[in-house]
């Protein structure tokens, strides 16, 4: 991630990548847990084959076959999953991007109450998202109802040939052991469903996560040129750079670029907008792609940053500033002092120690300009790149800062220091200027040098430099900022009987059309079994009214309505907790769009995307299969105690205490397992909160090469 190409981070943003590391990398993650199933089912299958053989002969067969004819369906079905897997997971990148550009600026949102707005947009965007779902609940279930039916197809049609075709009796040795060795077999492909929709999912994202790394990296540096002294930092010739090179038309970004640097420099680039100085600053950090020229950077100078836009890390001032330095003494003092923040941190509530929040939230645009600068100084680097760094504080700070830091008797004297600017003040003090125009580079020299050439291009930039220091001069904001100490969240969550009421008990949930089919599914396999026993039982009766043939249909409508049932049950639980993970997600952006600016000032963004990925992903997919499974084997398990017990009344005692043991050990896993997962996600939302933090100023880590000691928070 830290390598990715500018080019490549448009088609990018922050949400998508924090919807890769949460939903893809989870969805690979929990595939693994199902790697013995994928070797254990098609063994267990072939070992109850092998032994059908020996029961019931080439019968068996049949039930091959029938498992056979099913493949061709499935595979349908599980290329129309993957399809709506596919779009829904596009559309989930969408609906992240959004909400982390809504998140961003939630206070020009709050600002123009445009909050009913935005929610309708993200609502809409998540209706989409649903529908495939439902689709790919739709084939899924189909799917699961398919693999229920095969065993029970399969064992029909192998009755059939050994009872009508063969014309054996089904004794019931033979029926015990057949229907012991299907149902073991229907065990495992009941296991097949769910392991295709696992496998689905993290196909879907294994490509997605391929596709990204895939994407173009940016150039390493490499020097394609001898410099001509030895005290040369960078040196250009008839340099072309572009930000996309896999366009099919190149676009310059910058042209024909020639000039040298010299070592302990203050070189000034001015240019119109759009006239390329962050992209020539862009060019020598390497982060634009040479196609043709010659460029040579000294390979043992180390660089700093500081953009246009400060980038401020969710740290304490001090450690913004060290920035993984080791303390020192006199060299910190000096840069706080240069940087002017003396002042300031005499009146921040914990001093240097305070708290900053994420993206500077209590800082004003002059402070965080000061403590990126400040960070930069500290890292006492060979080349120094500013990007108009002055135009973020106010007039007398500006001339303080040059004077103490940048300029020829600041603490950078000795330094390499290139500055592009937008104020004519500072001009005359730099031993050179590159005038940019159009993407290359118009003149260089001195600022005497270039007023006697009196170009028309130099003398406009002069004038349009004037007109924006009276209007920067006119628009001065002196105005304090509210510091706010950043709040971390220890509370102890408890489990909210109210938001599992909304899942379990809302109509919409159909949660009681669910429980009756479960009800139904469990007595129809009841009478499937008891109808077996009886079959076998009276094969020996001559006066038994219902011959092999009605008997084996019977069998078979049982074991066809089960399945039915099942898929039915599995859909209801299905579009119920869709629709209730609809309503959460619904009420979560309401609550979220409709909290005070505080929260946002004390919540970091990583944590609330969190909630809306990956949370969100669970309650989507893991939170029904998990319910649909645990709800069978309750009423399953609940059937079989019934059962012992109807046969041998003394097992209801040890039933009665077994039951009390598991309830009480459930009670504690389940305290365990919430606590577990909470902490998990806590530290989840940590990590996705550096991700993006890292991701926002991946220039400045690059710049700094910083990006392993990032990578390895």
């Known amino acids: 991630m830290l390598k990715i190409s500018a080019s490549a981070r448009i088609k990018y943003s922050t949400g998508e990548i924090i919807n890769l590391l949460s939903t893809d990398v989870e969805r690979i993650r929990t595939f693994w847990f199902y790697m013995f199933d994928f070797v254990y089912t ?40 993957t399809k709506c897997e596919e779009r829904q997971m596009k559309l989930k990148d969408t609906r992240l991007k959004l909400m982390t550009d809504f998140l961003s600026g939630i206070k020009i949102i709050k600002f123009y109450a445009w909050e009913k707005s935005v929610q309708e947009h993200i609502t809409n965007i998540r209706k989409k998202e649903v529908t495939q779902l439902k689709y790919a609940i739709i ?90 002294n030895n005290d040369t930092i960078i040196q250009m010739k008839n340099a072309n750079f572009t930000w996309n090179p896999d366009e099919e038309k190149t676009v310059l970004a910058l042209k024909s670029l020639t000039f040298e640097i010299q070592k302990g420099e203050l070189i000034g680039v001015i240019g119109r907008v759009g006239n390329g100085k962050s992209s020539f600053l862009s060019s020598i950090c390497a982060e634009l792609y040479q196609i043709s020229g010659t460029f040579f950077r000294h390979p043992a100078v180390t660089v700093s940053l500081v953009s246009q836009e400060a980038w401020i890390q969710n740290l304490s001032l001090k450690n913004n500033i060290l920035f993984g330095k080791p303390f020192e003494e006199n060299l910190y003092q000096q840069t706080i002092y240069s940087c002017a923040l003396k002042d300031d941190i005499k009146i921040f509530p914990a001093g240097d120690e305070t708290e900053i929040g994420e993206k500077g939230l209590n800082l004003s645009g002059g402070q965080k300009a000061r403590v990126a600068l400040a960070r930069a100084v500290y890292q006492n680097s060979d080349l120094y790149i500013f990007d108009d760094t002055l135009s973020a504080v106010d007039c007398h700070v500006g001339a303080h800062i040059f004077q103490e830091v940048i300029g020829n008797e600041g603490i950078l004297k000795d330094k390499t220091r290139i500055f592009a600017l937008n104020s004519i003040e500072i001009l005359p003090k730099c031993d050179r200027i590159i005038v940019l125009k159009d993407g290359g580079i118009f003149d260089i020299g001195t600022f005497e040098e270039l007023c006697f050439k009196k170009n028309t291009s130099f003398i406009d930039i002069i004038k349009e430099l004037k007109t924006k220091d009276i209007e920067a001069n006119e628009t001065t904001n002196n105005k304090k900022l509210e510091l706010k100490q950043k709040q971390e969240d220890n509370k102890n969550l408890k489990k909210s009987p109210a938001l599992q009421k909304d899942f379990l008990e809302d109509p919409t949930s159909a949660q009681q059309p669910f429980a009756n089919l479960i009800q139904d599914e469990t007595s129809i396999e009841s009478f499937r079994q008891i109808w077996m026993a009886k079959w076998t039982s009276n094969f020996r009766n001559e006066t038994n009214s219902i011959n092999d043939t009605q008997s084996l249909g019977i069998y078979g409508l049982f074991g066809i309505l089960s399945c039915f049932v ?24 309401f609550s979220l769009l409709r909290s005070p ?41 609940a059937f079989y105690i019934i059962s012992a017990i109807y046969v041998i009344p003394e097992i209801g005692i040890a039933s009665i205490i077994a039951i009390i043991a598991v309830i009480f050990v459930v009670r504690y896993y389940t305290y365990t397992s919430v606590q577990i997962r909470r902490l998990c996600s806590k530290a989840w939302s940590s990590v996705i909160s550096h991700t993006q933090d890292s991701y926002v100023g991946i220039n400045t880590l690059r710049a700094f090469g910083q990006m392993k000691q990032q990578a390895g928070y």
């Open 42 to 81: 098609p063994i267990m299958i072939s070992i109850c084959l092998i032994g059908l053989s020996f029961t019931i002969g080439i019968n068996v067969l049949y039930g091959i076959s029938v498992l056979i004819a099913f493949f061709p369906i499935n595979s349908i079905l599980v290329k129309i999953a």
């Open 139 to 228: 084939c899924f279930s189909l799917m699961e109802i398919s693999f229920n039916a095969c065993p029970i197809l399969a064992t029909l049609a192998s009755f059939v040939g050994y009872v009508i075709f063969q014309g054996h009796s089904l004794t019931p040795q033979v029926a015990f052991i057949s229907l012991m060795l299907f149902s073991l077999m229907r065990f495992s492909v009941y296991r097949i469903p769910g392991l295709i929709q696992e496998s689905v999912n993290a196909k879907i994202s294994l490509k997605r996560i391929e596709k990204f790394l895939l994407e173009p990296e940016t150039s390493e540096m490499i020097n394609t040129m001898t410099p001509s």
């Open 566 to 589: 099942s898929g039915c049950s599995a859909v209801i639980l299905a579009f119920g907790a869709v629709k209730a993970s609809k309503k959460l997600h619904n009420n979560l952006l």
């Open 597 to 637: 600016m505080q929260f946002f000032d004390t919540t970091p963004l990583g944590r609330i995307l969190n909630r809306l990925s990956k949370d969100i992903e669970k309650i989507d997919n893991d939170v029904p299969q998990k319910l649909n499974y645990s709800t069978i084997l309750l009423a399953e398990g």
